[in-house]
């Protein structure tokens, strides 16, 4: 997601913005109980300061000894002193990658999945953060997808921007075209708002989706984000603008280029044209973009049109097996392998995030996708299946560190479940990121520390250091000034909410501009090591499942045209 573009921050979760409870929230000079300095000595007005100050460090160093994870005992310390523990362990690593066979054989199946804003510092923090909850040695412990045997780094940068969005991404590793930020599904040709660029299908570029189709493979796209937000709209969408989701979008802005050439909305083409009329599955949020403004629907269409009605029509005059849900229970519950056209919309924006109330009518991302593969996989010809953890990205445009942590877990959780259900001889399993995001984890913590705890305290201005911060966003307070005698945030990591300390002021997190972790598990994986361009993982994807443009090396086009 892009800062700035998205106001619609996790929608249907209703939460409110809570204050930030801060620990010694009351400065010196709003204390009631420092009335009488100003009636004191100056040497006496001295030392009650300091008297302050020690007993706020001795309350801080108490609230860092409670972050330490007591499952990281002793016994563990003691190991890890013998030199030999890590000889042996880096000996048996060793011999892992010795044992490491390319496979070259046809992937029948693709999964791809996108943790959004996913960057290698959420993967580091969440890894621990999974670990400890699990009564783990955090540090040490790993995610599902770190231990593919295939790893590499995309740069992700747009044509025009330094520094990319979510929409210029994913037409990279959908299409295999980088173009400009905030577009979709076109070549650099088209700019933002352009419609009479947008409309010429010279610009147009097709995706790995689609070319799944025309090889007679079943595809699918699960998210916790709107169904046709950036990421999945990627895969099926040509747009000028990725927040033009509904046709009140469009109509709400006074931005389009040359008017009398109308855009087309998002929803709209995932509906009716190719390839999105075709995805066998469609799951995640966002009714309001599909359904007209009711008393339920406030921000719904504005031309009327029921587009989940219109998927159910078509569907059926095709003589084609679907089905709709709307609530977690008729997901789980139901027989939804017993239908070829499965659309789910649980939410009527974003999900709400897994850390949170409020969740119970919707799955979570790993039961989404199990549905989508037990549906996908009664195609001989396999499937094509692009999963998107959403919610990282926009908890951390919110500076909020601990649920985008939980949301990597919750992504890991999807992509356990992925693992389970397919078999590494035929199917290429990719998990990366489209973006990175400013999270930062720094300083000299103890090992076995929450990472929503601190690092130790200045060695200048004698005030805590956190572990987890950020470049810009939110987090941003004049509390966190530093100014000597206020306190931010190190015992609110009980409130899930909390908004992480940040440098500079912005009303969303900025995205991060360095490249992101490629990993690869199945056919052709060891094609995705190295450092290379985003664009280069589509067509590897297809190289090893022998469709689209990457049937053979040289049959690869320098652009896949409709």
């Not at 699918?220 to 984000?225: D, H, L, R």
């Not at 599955?281 to 219109?310: A, M």
Request: charged share 20%; with cysteine.
């Amino acid at each position: 997601m892009e800062a700035g573009c998205d106001k619609e921050v996790v929608k249907q979760s209703g939460s409110r913005q809570l204050p930030t409870r801060l620990l010694g929230e009351r400065s010196l000079q709003s204390d009631p109980s420092m009335a009488l300095v100003n009636h004191l000595p100056k040497v006496s007005v001295v030392f009650l300061v300091i008297l302050a100050l020690t007993q706020q460090i001795g309350s801080l160093t108490s609230s860092m000894d409670r972050t330490r994870n007591l499952e990281f005992s002793s016994q563990d310390i003691r190991i890890e002193k013998d030199g030999d523990y890590w000889l042996e362990k880096a000996s048996n690593a060793l011999k892992g990658q010795l044992q490491k066979r390319q496979q070259t054989n046809r992937a029948k199946n693709i999964i791809l999945l996108i943790g959004d804003g996913m960057s290698l510092t959420t993967v580091t923090a969440a890894r621990i953060y999974g670990g400890q909850a699990a009564g783990k040695n955090g540090e040490s412990s790993s995610l599902s997808f770190e231990n593919f045997p295939d790893i590499g780094l995309a740069k992700t940068y747009c044509v025009n921007s330094q520094v990319a969005d979510s929409a210029c991404t994913a037409t990279a590793y959908l299409t295999g075209v980088k173009n400009n930020r905030a577009t979709i599904g076109v070549t650099a040709n088209v700019t933002k708002y352009d419609c009479r660029a947008e409309q010429d299908t010279k610009n147009h570029i097709t995706s790995i989706l689609d070319w799944a189709q025309k090889a007679n493979k079943s595809t699918g796209i699960v998210t916790n984000t709107r169904i046709t937000h950036a990421t999945p709209a990627g895969a099926y969408a040509h747009s000028c603008y990725r927040h033009w989701e509904s046709d009140r979008d469009i109509s709400d802005s006074n931005k389009a280029i040359d008017q009398k050439r109308a855009c087309r909305d998002i929803a709209q083409q995932l509906i009716r044209d190719l390839p999105g009329k075709n995805i066998n599955v469609i799951l995640g949020g966002g009714r309001e973009k599909l359904l007209p403004s009711s008393q339920e629907i406030k921000r719904g269409r504005s031309d009327n049109i029921d587009l989940i009605k219109e998927w159910t029509r078509e569907k059926t005059e095709r003589n084609l097996r679907n089905k709709y849900v709307a609530t977690r229970s008729q997901l789980v519950e139901g027989n939804v392998t017993e239908t070829d056209y499965l659309l789910g919309l649980f939410t009527d924006s974003h999900f709400q995030y897994a850390l949170l109330p409020g969740k119970e009518s919707q799955p979570s991302l790993a039961e989404m996708t199990e549905a989508a593969i037990r549906v996908l996989s009664k195609n001989e010809e396999g499937y094509f299946l692009l999963v998107e953890g959403g919610l990282i990205d926009l908890a951390h445009h919110a500076n909020k560190a601990h649920i985008a942590l939980h949301e990597t877990i919750e992504f890991d959780m999807a992509i356990r479940k992925a693992l389970e259900l397919s078999n590494a001889n035929d199917t290429l399993i990719v998990v990366t990121a489209d973006h990175s995001h400013t999270l930062t984890h720094s300083g000299y913590p103890v090992r076995g520390s929450s990472v929503f705890g601190l690092a130790g305290i200045s060695n200048v201005d004698k005030m805590p250091l956190p572990i987890l911060s950020y470049a810009a966003g939110p987090g941003y307070h004049h509390t966190f000034t530093r100014d000597g005698l206020r306190y931010p945030f190190w015992d609110d990591q009980i409130d899930k909410n909390f908004r992480f300390p940040a440098t500079f002021p912005q009303q969303e997190a900025n995205h991060g501009g360095e490249d992101v972790p490629v990993y690869a598990k199945g056919p052709w994986s060891h094609l995705l090591t190295g450092s290379y361009e985003q664009n280069l993982i589509p067509i590897v994807m297809a190289y090893a499942a022998g469709i689209g443009p990457g049937k053979t090396p040289n049959e690869i086009s320098p652009l896949n045209r409709k």
